[in-house]
């Protein structure tokens, strides 16, 4: 006589999660007691809750320290300038962040240099460019070209160590307020316009506004064999509007997009 075939347990869907979540467990344990696993930082809270700090951000007297700030700095009349090393974050991404941080490092040192040669003040670095302030415009264009000059006639020494080292440079002038702290820092108008003006810029190209073409097209007749300007360009800067925008340039270099400059820089 053939025994009739045990019949198949049938499993529920319960006692299918209550498996997994053995499995899961025996899993965990594994992974927890392994050598690799065990040399990982610990970066979860080990606090109680009693330890926690349940005081309320005193906002009343932050907002009378801000306002106070705003209330008792006067206003200047600067000239800002901003620079960024172009392509730093697809630098990183590719060669690493040590290098990239050498990279923008040797870059905000050139800026740094080439600002305080020419009697203006890095009021920050930005990571991949620097923020200053100067009192005079042409301090500023002059501080530029001795950026764009040695960033242009370095470019073989720099390429093997950290790459193709590019800039973009905005400088305008405005009225703004000095914010004091730990470090100084600035507000107002001139400095959204400054920002803006480098971010359209192309690489490696300085660009001035109108209130900086006013300031230096009287005096840049002294620098006529060293600098050359181009044509005004009305361009939209957003958030700020149109504004009339001029390239400025080491006349040996040439201007960006000029035919020399392209011959100059065939083979980078």
Known sequence: MVAKAARKKKVTPIQTQMKNEEVLEESQFDIVVSEQISALPK?????????????????????????????????QYKCIMFTDLVGSTQYKREMGHTKGFMRNRMFCDICEQAIIRHNGSVVKRLGDGVMAVFETAIDAVLAAMLMSNSLDKERKKLKPMVGKMDCRIGITCGYVKEIPGPTADYIGHAMDKGARIEGIARTNQVLIDEIVYGLIHTKIRDYAADIVIGKPRNLTLKGVGVSTLYEVSPRERGLVGSLGYKMRHLFD
Do not use: S
Request: no cysteine; glycine share 0%; aromatic share 4%.
């Open 43 to 75: 970066l979860a809270d080990n606090r109680n809750l009693d330890e926690v700090d349940h005081t309320p951000i005193d906002f009343d007297a932050i907002i009378e320290d801000v306002t106070n700030v705003i209330a008792t700095t006067p206003d």
